[in-house]
């Protein structure tokens, strides 16, 4: 199993490559047995998406056409992240500024602002779907660089949005103030936002975050793509892991982050002091994913030993232990928004979605019940719990036999709620959330995709390529009805 650093030299990263004997084949039974029919929501409370789902991809006019722009890096890109909404106050217009993260195998962090690509794309209107013929390359608003070996995974704080953490194959984790670069200097000091690593609240953060007066990360330039905003120095660093970190998130409420790592071990950490303050012997082989739930009182985690596992954050109890039939390496895992379900990728190829709030509630469509599903667990049990860990749904069509690629919700428009996922032949997949359908397939990189990430409030996409490709590209639908953007 290889991680970002090692990216360019070995032909496997984020992943391990596995004889097709290593591979639980596609179930058959799943597709044909699993009812696509309406069904209560998966991922926003108090509202039925199924209708309008089926009827979206039916007659669904409105496809993702790439950005005639793109970021660059000089290694493999390894993950792309965008930051939480924030209002862009800098202008009267009430349009989002939207920034994106890429992490790369070279130890960098790259930062895009697309918020002016994205409005005149809104501006011109329709578009054809798919790549333009010509892309400009942009100059990053920032650079981040501090590590001394390649970055595998990045989390913006949800509670202050210009805070970052990064995991790294330097066995360290830290928090960066992405304000804080040369483009902030002012009469030789440094203009920075009041700046609260413990996630306090603070009035007027998300102001001060792209006001005249604050270091914000900038506007985007067109050009070489030379970096001039560099950030050398983090806010915290985390020590503790004795083999490479994986896999890093923030918790809601961005006091804590957790960790997993390739020394099979899963570390809770106060980001205020830096000092870990939990660690779950995990796993038995290297931790692949970790993710908070919507309230931060559970972590989900996987690991190439083929289990995923929640665990209950007070106490470090394993809850709930998951796997798939055949035990398939699990490559990746994320909570839905409403924290009922877990988003898992595997190495034979599929996404599955996870029922893992316990018990046969009104979520889990009569049809799953039957146990003609190969993916029905036997689980591990929490009295308080419940049962859990039924396989609601699975998702195939895209290549994933070696690498851990990322996978992502897409419900900023509640009519054409997907799930998005890389894939090992350079594409992205969308899939419809509901009906498990391809929606689209996005052909935009020439090497594999193991990036890709979601907008959370606005219809816009990030993917990043491999060593032949190197490049952050960014998808906004085309409609010949309506209009891109938030809902």
């Known amino acids: 199993m290889a991680t970002a650093e090692q990216l360019d030299q070995l032909p496997d990263h984020r992943g391990i490559k596995r004889s097709a004997s290593d591979i639980s084949s596609p179930a058959k039974e799943e597709t044909n047995t699993e009812t696509a029919a309406a069904g209560p929501p998966l991922l926003q409370e108090q509202q039925d998406i199924s209708n309008q789902s ?42 989002q500024q939207v920034v994106c993260a890429s992490a790369c195998a070279d130890g960098t962090v790259r930062l895009w602002d697309v918020t002016t690509a994205i409005q005149e794309a809104q501006t011109q209107g329709g578009g054809n779907e798919g790549v333009p013929k010509s892309s400009r390359l942009i100059s990053p608003v920032g650079q981040i660089s501090g590590h001394s070996r390649g970055i595998n995974d990045v989390s913006w704080s949800p509670r202050t949005p210009h805070l970052l953490a990064t995991a790294s194959d330097d066995k360290t984790l830290r928090i960066w103030d992405v304000t804080r670069s040369r483009s902030s200097l002012k009469d ?114 996987s690991s190439h030993d083929g289990l995923m596992r929640i665990w209950d954050v007070a106490s470090g109890e394993c809850l709930k232990t998951i796997y798939a039939d055949g035990n398939p390496p699990v490559t990746f895992v994320k909570y839905s928004p ?18 893992v709030v316990g018990g046969r509630d009104q979520n889990v469509m009569p049809a799953l019940m039957t146990q003609r599903s190969k993916d029905y667990l036997s689980i591990g049990l929490s009295t308080v719990q419940g049962r859990g860990g039924l396989c609601t749904k699975t998702y195939s069509g895209h290549v994933n036999s070696k690498y851990c690629i990322f996978s992502t919700f ?78």
């Open 54 to 95: 089926n009827a979206t991809t039916k007659g669904d006019t409105c496809y993702y056409q790439c950005l005639p722009i793109h970021g660059e890096h000089k290694r493999a890109i390894s993950c792309v992240s965008f930051a939480p909404a924030i209002p862009n106050t800098s202008s009267h217009s009430n349009d």
């Open 188 to 301: 030789g000091h440094i203009q920075t936002v009041t700046t609260d690593v413990g996630g306090t609240d603070h009035a007027g953060d998300a102001d001060n975050y792209n006001s005249p007066t604050s270091n914000s990360v900038g506007q985007p330039s067109v050009g070489t793509g030379a970096v001039t905003n560099v950030i050398n120095e983090s806010l915290v660093e985390f020590k503790g892991h004795s083999n490479f970190c994986f896999s890093v998130k923030f918790n809601p409420q961005g006091n804590l982050l957790v960790s997993g790592s390739f020394d099979e071990t899963v570390k809770i950490w106060d980001v205020r002091t830096g000092e870990c303050v939990s660690t779950l012997p995990a796993h038995s082989d290297p931790v692949t994913g970790v993710d908070f739930n919507r309230d931060g009182t559970c972590i989900v985690s």
């Open 338 to 355: 409403n924290g009922k379900y877990v988003l898992s990728g595997m190495l034979d190829g599929k996404l599955r979605l996870w029922n």
């Open 410 to 487: 897409a419900v900023a428009n509640p009519t054409r709620q997907s799930i998005v996922t890389g894939s090992e032949d350079g594409k992205i997949h969308i899939y419809d959330l509901q009906t498990r359908k391809t929606r689209q397939v996005l052909d935009g990189h020439k090497d594999a995709c193991l990036a890709v990430a979601a907008h959370d409030s606005m219809e816009v996409l990030a993917s990043g390529g491999m060593t032949k490709d190197r490049q952050v590209k960014f998808w906004i639908p085309s409609c010949e009805q309506g209009q891109y953007g938030s809902q």
